[in-house]
């Protein structure tokens, strides 16, 4: 692939029934790409958690797959209440989750570790009462 | 390494869909409820055994490359989780046991932990 490709979707809060449908079409892009799988599993496992954590957090985001000849890039920018202490969360365990969050499977405090776990790269900036963005990148070399 | 079908009779189950998939190979076995440890432990090529029956475990399953998902205790996917493993190409099967006996009977037929590369680091250290 030659060029960039750039796609951006948009995620609503606490929408459970489509929780989940971003990260399946992202995926299936990537695919599409002919991006290699181990890569497009890393980069599918970071956008879920991200748009969980929206669906359970925030009140809207837009998440971008930015796709570049060296690198696949998730931009996650949400309006939501913000981070207060984004160490605190990046710990693995720490949770504010809610138990209608717990009973899908998520809020254990496993989300944002998880998230920089399968990235190259892992950027997080919070404003309190404004919205959280990340940005995730995986390096295709 | 097991063949889905083999799994399917020791753990004696019934197909909710997927019944052409039964031939895959699982090189893997993984169970849990929580999603999260799914997506951060668990290796391509697994079969997850689980007790969390909602769309999030479809969508888990899916995005994690899991090739089989098993729900464990007698518990039934409605029409709308079948629908999405229909499309997504995912078998799903369901076992009268429990967790810990399914998982029982699939370790002592020889199928190794999706995560053993961690116990064995926390044992060896």
Known sequence: MDKTFTRTFTVVGNNFTDAGKVSTEIKMILKQLGINSTIIRRVAIASYESEMNVVMYANKADISLIVSPTEIQIVVEDTGPGIPDIELAMKEGFSTATTEMREMGFGAGMGLPNIKRNADIFNIESIMGKGTKLNITVSLN | ?125
Do not use: H, W
């Open chain 2, 1 to 125: 390494m097991m063949k889905l079908n083999e799994i399917s009779e020791a753990l004696k189950c019934e197909t909710f869909c997927g019944a052409e998939y039964l031939d895959r190979e699982i090189k893997f076995g993984c169970a849990s409820d929580l999603m999260s440890d799914v997506l951060a432990f668990s290796r391509a090529g697994a079969v997850l055994l689980t007790g969390l029956v909602n769309i999030q475990t479809i969508n888990t399953a899916f995005l994690a490359e899991i090739e089989a998902l098993v729900f464990v205790r007698g518990k039934i996917p409605d029409e709308r989780m079948i629908e999405m493993a229909i499309i997504k190409k995912l078998p799903l099967i369901g076992t009268p046991y429990s967790m810990y006996e399914a998982c029982g009977i699939l370790f002592n037929q020889g199928l190794g932990s999706t995560m053993e590369c961690i116990s064995e680091k926390v044992i060896n250290g």
